[in-house]
């Protein structure tokens, strides 16, 4: 009886423990201790998520464990939430792999002026080695030429899984950002880098299971290891940049950031931002760009070729646009997308299907909000469903087929959505948002340019996808079939 007694006791203490306003959003029914945990399927929670607006509206509350979510949906409540009142929902709520480790250091999982400060210099930094000669524009044409070699390398040994050599050209683009330079695909510190990023997103499980991962064995336990690993790595560079560095000529983002902690560069002017700038702080935000800026922009372009093979007629209206526009004498130029209205709006519809941030990343309360007639308390983790807005049946004409026309209008020019929102919106939104679309425009425009994608004889394409860091397609191979264009093209 005395068992039965704590029992009741405790269900009751948590009952009483989680007991919500009459205004605040309504939801499933919650069990004691779990919450809603056993009524998401978490190998499609994104899915799950968007089901459970049918019953319970566009804005409605998930218990996880003790955790109280609310989870936004539809084009208009992310509007009036991320946007509107954008200012509420600024921060993060503290995620437990971040904060066992690195605790408020770097842009992704900091609030406050840390966050603020960091981010605003991030985005400073990206503008600076934009576009332009020496820059980063130039840097992902140099890469794509890399990546074409390779690919073409190849020959006879097709088809291809594009995985890894896709991450590659991918991470020099962040590479070229951090350190001022690429790597050889083969280079063994680079081959290093690649296993501690892989490694690292694996851990990123530990996150949304922190209780039961904490004792679970597997590779989430090596994550001070990979930190420790990633700072021995970067501090050799940092040692070297220490050593010829020119404050008036920065090269990239590690030089920016000594001139920034040196303050010979003003851009805040306040002395909190000056506290922010320190060495293991630049470390921490340069492994944030890599784990940000590495696989979302990889995970879009394996969608693609998968698109590409998928729908060859499409495919060829692609590299008919571009023979005309470029042609194969020179490399493409984002001087060059105004005169590609297709390309972009086979980009663009790649992005909305490929979803591959399908609930964006968890936002939380600042502030009491008010949400139509609900009241979301300081302190609940919101969650933007991203899914629902890029699937909205009230925004896209044939929102599950995949159809560039989304983004043309009856004469065949680019228009923009208002509903497009693969990098979300607001104040948190992806701030390497102008980098990845560069980066698409260019190796996308390129790879069409010299190779036609195809599956193997006898395979289709599958476009199901598998539920982890990103959205990504299930592993495959391919065929790039190098293109024989005719000179007068
Ligand atoms: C945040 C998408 C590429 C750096 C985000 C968020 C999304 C997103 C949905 C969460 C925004 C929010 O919390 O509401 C994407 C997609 C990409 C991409 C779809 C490529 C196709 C990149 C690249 C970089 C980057 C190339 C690095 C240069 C970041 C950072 C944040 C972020 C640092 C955190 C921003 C903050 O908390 O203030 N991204 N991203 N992303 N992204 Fe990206």
């Known amino acids: 009886s005395l068992l039965l007694f704590s029992v009741v006791f405790l269900v009751i203490a948590d009952y009483v423990k989680n007991r919500r306003p009459n205004s605040f959003p309504p939801g499933p029914w919650a069990l004691p201790f779990v919450g809603n945990i056993f009524s998401v399927d978490f190998s499609k929670t994104h899915e799950s998520l968007t089901k459970f607006a049918e019953t319970y509206g566009d804005v409605y509350s998930l218990r996880m ?62 503008k600076y080695f934009g576009v332009g000669k020496k820059s980063l524009e130039s840097a992902i044409v140099d890469e794509s030429m890399h990546f074409c070699k390779e690919i073409a390398d190849l020959k006879g040994k097709e088809p291809f899984n594009p995985h890894i050599i896709t991450n590659n050209a991918v991470a020099n683009i962040i590479c070229t950002l951090v350190f001022g330079h690429r790597f050889e695909y083969g280079d063994e510190k680079f081959m290093k880098l690649m296993v501690l990023l892989t490694v690292f997103l694996t851990a990123q499980l530990y996150n949304s299971f922190p209780v039961l991962m904490r004792r679970v064995p597997g590779p989430h336990h090596t994550i001070r290891k990979i930190y420790s690993d990633f700072m021995d790595l970067i501090k050799v560079d940092i040692s070297k940049h220490k050593e010829d560095w020119d404050p008036s000529e920065p090269r990239d983002y590690i030089d920016c950031y000594l001139i920034e902690s040196c303050n010979l560069i003003t851009l805040n002017g306040d002395a909190f931002a000056e506290a922010t700038f320190y060495e293991d702080n630049l470390i921490i935000c340069a492994l944030e760009l890599f784990v940000a800026g590495s696989e979302t922009t990889s995970t879009t372009l394996r969608w693609a070729f998968l698109y590409m093979a998928k729908y060859p007629e499409i495919q060829e209206k692609v590299q008919a646009e571009i023979d005309r526009v470029i042609g194969q004498s020179r490399q493409p130029s984002m001087m060059d997308r105004a005169n590609l209205p297709y390309t972009d709006a086979v980009i663009h519809e790649i992005l909305r299907m490929g979803n591959i941030v399908p609930l964006s990343l968890p936002h939380s309360t600042n502030n009491e909000m008010q949400l139509g007639n609900y009241t979301i308390p300081k302190g609940v983790v919101i969650i933007p469903n991203l899914t629902s807005v890029l699937f909205d049946k009230k925004e896209w004409e044939t929102p599950y087929t995949f159809n560039p026309g989304h983004f043309l209008n009856e004469e065949g020019k680019f228009v923009k959505r208002a509903a497009f929102i693969p990098f979300s919106a607001g104040k948190r939104v992806c701030l ?46 391919i065929c790039a079939k190098l293109r024989q264009v005719s000179s007068s093209q």
């Open 65 to 126: 464990g003790q955790t109280w979510m609310v989870v936004l949906n539809g084009f208009n409540t992310l509007k009036e939430a991320l946007l509107t009142q954008g200012h509420c929902v600024a921060d993060r709520p503290i995620l437990p792999l971040q904060d066992d480790v690195a605790p408020n250091q770097g842009i992704i999982t900091t609030n406050g002026h840390m966050w603020k400060h960091q981010r605003r210099f991030a985005l400073f930094t990206l």
């Open 432 to 477: 390497g948002e102008n980098l990845a679309r560069m980066e698409l425009f260019l190796f996308f425009t390129s790879f069409m340019q010299r190779f036609t994608f195809s599956m193997p004889s006898g395979v289709k394409p599958v476009l199901d996808y598998r539920f982890g860091v990103t959205l990504a397609p299930i592993q495959y191979k």
